[in-house]
């Protein structure tokens, strides 16, 4: 029987509660529920709104509802209208009267509220662990190919010569922006709701800062109507979670080119590739594409409760029942492509002589030789158009600017000497820069 059958005198629809039940996406919550219902007993009984042996009768039961659901011995019904209904009427079972006196001074709309802020809570800590794990694999990767050199790209043609730690620690700081981002999320997150009712408060004298401290909140949700109604944490993590993926769907696209035959700047593991059916030679790089390709599930996700939030007055409306797909989804989906990308990055072969090659074929020390010519005098704007025109000989005769006899130079101008050779060399042109 619903919570909320007291009212009605005639049973819903099937479909009707079919298609009102949360309880498929909410019952991961199950923990958060009961850990919730634990604290809020505790208070209750500390205010003197339950006696001290309702709150043990419903501490105890909770408890072992929690372990055997830990364990396994335990399922949750699919008859159950929600998690909190299912918890409640198991809670019920074994507390008898005791049990119904939990419910007291809370309403599901702050309970709802509660639980998804303690369980996004758990998930933050996950992501941003993982997220710590691949930077770590990126540091690895700068240490120990720190002076090997590759081109820089511009509109993804070669440009200026870089290092492969330079690249990782592009990427790096890239992840501690989304860490950065979780973690001041979670700020604002943290405050607790239960104590505002279904939107106005409750009427008993309840210790709202004594239930904050039990769950770990940072202090107590200001205003009722607001506690309950509040989706923006849930908004911004959806945010941080986006750009996340934008910046793993980024570098999946380098490491689809990287790994290809025009490119061979890599070579992904043979335990994260896959083959195809039909072409035997076909090595191909399925867990890039798919974090790329999955990148639209969270950005979907976002959009989805922007669309949820944007038209609804205060305080609870059933739309808001949405947030949970949305956002556990989301999490899902950011979850299992971290922990799929950082084994790939992390056993990738690199290619050493290929990037060298490339970049000095790419003639990406050119703006080198300019300087070279510009430190001795010549203006900028004449540098740049002599060595273009270095590098247009260059490719007429398949030489680079390393290998291009002086003669060439002093033909072009009076101000080379022996010593551009050191100053186009690529290792030095990378060094040579301010980092």
């Not at 690249?167 to 790096?172: E, P, V």
């Not at 510009?374 to 158009?385: E, Q, S």
Request: proline residues 3%.
């Amino acid at each position: 029987m619903p919570l909320w059958a007291g009212r009605f005198s005639k049973e819903t629809d099937k479909i009707t509660n079919d298609f009102n039940s949360s309880l498929g996406t909410d019952k991961r919550m199950y923990r958060e529920d009961i850990e919730g219902s634990i604290a809020h007993a505790a208070m209750l009984a500390a205010a003197g709104i339950i006696s001290i042996d309702d709150k043990n009768a419903i501490t105890a039961a909770l408890n072992g509802i929690l372990s055997e659901l830990e364990a396994g011995t335990l399922a949750i019904p699919d008859t159950y209208e929600d998690i909190h209904s299912f918890v409640e009427g198991e809670l019920t079972k074994r507390a008898g009267d005791a049990g119904k006196r939990l419910h007291t001074a809370r309403s599901r709309n702050d309970q709802v509220a509660a639980d998804i802020r303690l369980y996004l809570r758990r998930r933050c800590v996950e992501i941003t662990g993982l997220l710590e794990n691949l930077r770590k694999v990126l540091n690895n990767l700068s240490t120990k190919y720190a002076n090997t050199v590759l081109p820089g790209y511009t509109h993804l043609q070669r440009a200026q010569p870089i290092t492969l730690d330079k690249y990782c620690g592009a990427y790096s700081e890239m992840f501690l922006r989304d860490i950065d981002r979780i973690s001041d999320g979670l700020k604002r997150m943290n405050y607790c709701p239960l104590g505002s009712g279904a939107l106005a408060g409750v009427t008993y004298p309840v210790d709202r800062q004594m239930t904050a401290e039990l769950l770990g909140f940072d202090g107590i949700c200001e205003n009722t109507l607001d506690a309950v109604s509040d989706r923006d944490f849930c908004l911004e993590l959806l945010s941080a979670l986006s750009i996340i993926m934008v910046h793993l769907s980024r570098f999946s696209e380098e490491i689809i080119l990287w790994c290809s035959s025009e490119f061979k700047f890599i070579e992904l593991d043979d335990a994260f590739s896959t083959g195809s059916s039909i072409m035997p030679q076909k090595k191909n790089p399925d867990i890039a594409e798919l974090v790329r390709g999955k990148s639209g599930r969270v950005f979907g996700s976002l959009m989805t409760l922007l669309t949820v939030m944007k038209g609804l007055p205060l305080a609870y409306n059933k739309d808001m029942q949405e947030d949970k797909d949305a956002v556990f989804g989301a999490f899902d989906t950011v979850e299992a492509c971290l922990t799929a990308f950082i084994p790939m990055l992390e056993t990738i072969k690199i290619s050493s002589g290929n990037m060298r090659k490339a970049s000095a074929e790419g003639f990406i020390n050119a703006t080198d030789c300019a300087d070279y010519l510009t430190k001795k005098g010549v203006p900028f704007r004449d540098a740049y158009k002599i060595t273009g025109g270095l590098v247009a000989i260059c490719m007429e005769k398949g030489l680079t600017l390393e290998t291009l006899p002086i003669e060439e130079y002093k033909k072009a101008s009076g101000y080379f000497a022996e010593d551009v050779y050191e100053a186009v060399k690529l290792e030095n042109c990378v060094k040579a820069r301010i980092r």
